[in-house]
């Protein structure tokens, strides 16, 4: 193995083995991987350590590792790990999965939430909430299929001699006024305490998640994620434009099919887990990007910080609104709404505007 | 100069000739007797049926039965309706003209979502309680998010897609407001989930009073931006060399829009896709020009507003569907038809 090219220090580098393969080495955007790593499990041992019963940062990974007193061990792995693992796992997922929007619709904007897909999966629970009372197993796999069926409108509406991005975005946006017009039905037919119920669902939270909720994101994202990887390249491709892709042997039409349902599934899956929660899809491939300054769409550095901002978001919402009083979706929904005005500002100090 | 050197050309940029203007006149006295019609249908149906001839003896001799009584209930509503479905329809010819964007509407570019926050903020956090004293806070929201979807969404380079996701976007954001609001105040979500609907069957008279001064010098401003609006439809530059005043012609467009849309939003809550649906189908017929397809849009819209509000109330009887879910319901496919239906290089 050698290095092909003298580059800076810094600069991404092209990798060639002797046997023809060859990969890009971006240092710049492997460390921010890993500081965003670093951050993320920071912050799940401080988020572990949040609550009405407060542990020290030390004696949370002593558990963790497993020598804690009994009442320690019953309260992190019980208790706050799988929360803490849901938050994770969800925040990866939408990362990942905005990521793949955004790259496939290209557009900074084109994020699942925005998308309608929130908006579908929201329409499931509230079905299995409002009409039926359901448990929260029945929401959560009303959520799922809310979510998957509209993604497949989507696609399928967008589909023209195949999808392209701008199609696809505005398709996405009268899908989601549709199913936020139904949601507003569901909720005026609902009771009272089933409004309430419907209300926080909708904002998105991580309160009562235990290790049911866990397994099968595990699951879905350890088969998705490689999937995801393995087609990057492609759609590092596809953002060329189709034709160029075309020529340099990338199937267009496939790739995209491809990563729109695992976006799809990974979407659908984070939603039914913790409830629509707002802009964490949109803005962490952002950040991500700003991070890394790298072009493409920073697949792994995306889902790096979807888990990382969401596990501090968790924590924020804790802190300052104290347990259980508001969920986390409301920390992402400012947290998304100081993105958007931020974006507003660096476009027009860019000239963009 | 062209027309000057080509005789031939001069008869086809000289004002409609009389046939045409004939026609269209015809039409827009068929559009105003559909409107009468539905109106009469939107008094006439309901929980409790009403023969027609109930209907006339509660508009003209009001003695006080009791279908008399539900008549005046519905003049209310269908009075409403029709000054709302008009305002909605000037509303979306004007945001349509002035975004060069054929796609454009209050709902979609977030102006519904800013008044709604707003009047939600007035009466949660302000304790006003009357149309009049959260009218104002309308206004704000709907002026802040038209002002801010349109810079976010780019000024100059503004295409349909940046708009639209800029105008959801905002959405989003605000409606994650509006539920963090709901979650802290049992009060708030009890009246607000059905006020973020938009219905029309709160109508009073006393809401049709407070939000008509409002809508008539909307309205009117609406009207009297037609030309200029024609010329801007044109491009920048050959706006500016026929004469047309741009920044005036344009902060004057985003007041009417907000004006109309806001008091709107106000009487009745959020209604989506009537200010798209209707200039659109209204300019299939009448061609380009705003002086036609605004007095077409503000009959034609409260045609559609009262239509929907009058399926609402069949289709779920003896309760009703309220009639922002009923145009959501119907616009969106139409929506996305014409999505489909224009090739990338017009958007």
């Known amino acids: 193995m050698k290095t092909a090219q003298k580059t800076p220090h810094g600069r991404p580098r092209a990798l060639r083995t002797p046997g023809g393969f060859s990969f890009r080495l971006e240092p710049r955007a492997l460390i921010v991987v890993a500081a965003l790593v670093v951050a993320a499990l920071a912050a799940s041992v401080v988020l572990i350590g949040t609550g009405d019963f407060p542990i020290p940062a030390a004696d949370v990974v002593r558990t963790l590792l497993g020598d804690g007193n009994a009442g320690q061990e019953f309260i992190v792995n019980e208790l706050r790990l799988p929360r803490v693992l849901v938050g994770l796992l969800v925040g990866a997922s939408l990362g990942l999965g905005g990521a793949l929007f955004q790259a496939v619709s290209r557009n900074p904007l084109g994020s699942p939430d925005v998308l309608g897909l929130g908006q579908g999966a929201t329409a499931g629970a509230l079905v299995m909430i409002v009409l039926f009372s359901g448990s929260a197993n029945q929401v959560t796999i009303g959520a799922l299929v809310g979510g998957l069926v509209t993604g497949t409108l989507i696609y399928l509406l967008a589909w023209q001699r195949g999808v392209h991005g701008y199609r696809l975005v505005l398709v996405g946006i009268g899908i989601s006024a549709i199913a936020t017009a139904i949601n507003g039905y569901l909720m005026t037919k609902a009771d009272f305490v089933d409004a309430a119920r419907a209300v926080v669902w909708m904002t998105g939270t991580l309160d009562g998640r235990d290790w049911k909720q866990v397994w099968p994101l595990l699951a879905l994202a350890c088969v998705l994620v490689p999937l995801v990887l393995a087609n990057g390249r492609g759609l590092r491709m596809m953002e060329m434009g189709d034709d160029v892709s075309h020529a340099l042997g990338v199937r267009v039409e496939r790739v995209r099919l491809v990563l729109m349902v695992s976006a799809v599934l990974l979407t659908a899956a984070a939603t039914a887990a913790a409830g629509p929660v707002s802009f964490v899809a949109l803005t962490a491939p952002q950040l991500a990007r700003r991070l890394t300054r790298s072009p493409g769409p920073n697949l792994v550095p995306s889902l790096c910080m979807g888990a990382a901002l969401l596990v501090t978001a968790d924590w924020a919402s804790q802190r300052l609104f104290g347990d259980g009083q508001l969920p986390v979706g409301v920390v992402t929904g400012v947290l998304g709404g100081v993105y958007l005005l931020w974006l507003l500002v660096t476009e027009r100090r860019a000239g963009r505007i | ?347």
């Open chain 2, 1 to 347: 100069m062209l027309v000057d050197s080509v005789p031939e050309q001069r008869a086809e940029t000289a004002p409609a000739p009389p046939n045409r203007l004939a026609i269209r006149s015809v039409g827009l006295f068929a559009a105003v007797a559909v409107l009468l019609l539905v109106a009469v249908a939107s008094i006439a149906v309901g929980a409790k049926e009403l023969s027609v001839a109930q209907v006339l003896h509660g508009l003209f001799e009001d003695s006080g039965t009791y279908a008399d009584v539900v008549v005046d209930e519905r003049v209310s509503r269908t009075v409403l309706g029709l000054l709302v479905g008009a305002a909605l329809g000037l509303s979306g010819a004007v945001l349509q003209a002035l975004t060069r964007n054929p796609l454009a509407d209050p709902g979609l570019l977030g102006i519904n979502a800013g008044a709604s926050a707003a009047v939600v903020t007035a009466i949660t956090f302000f304790g006003v309680t009357s149309l009049t004293g959260y009218v104002w806070f309308a206004f704000f929201g709907a002026a802040a998010v038209g002002a801010l979807v349109w810079f976010l969404g780019g000024s100059r380079g503004a295409t349909p897609v940046r708009l639209a996701l800029a105008g959801t976007a905002i959405s989003a954001a605000l409606y994650g407001y509006l539920q963090a609001v709901m979650i802290m105040d049992g009060a708030a979500l009890a009246r607000m989930r059905f006020w973020t609907v938009g219905s029309l069957s709160t109508a009073t008279d006393e809401t049709i009073r407070q939000v008509l001064p409002f809508l008539v010098v909307g309205s009117l401003l609406a009207f009297a931006l037609a030309r200029p609006l024609n010329a801007v439809a044109m491009g920048d530059d050959t706006a500016k060399a026929l004469g047309a005043n741009l920044n005036r012609t344009r902060a004057l467009s985003m007041l009417a829009a907000t004006v109309l849309c806001g008091a709107a939003t106000a009487a009745c809550g959020p209604i989506v896709f009537v200010g798209l649906m209707v200039p659109h189908i209204v300019r299939s017929f009448t061609g380009p020009d705003l002086r036609w397809i605004m007095p077409y849009a503000a009959v034609l819209s409260p045609v559609l507003l009262l239509g929907s509000d009058v399926i609402g109330r069949v289709v779920a009887r003896p309760s009703e569907v309220q009639v922002g879910i009923i145009t959501a319901i119907l616009g969106g496919p139409v929506f996305i038809f014409l999505v489909r239906r224009r090739r990338t290089a017009q958007l």
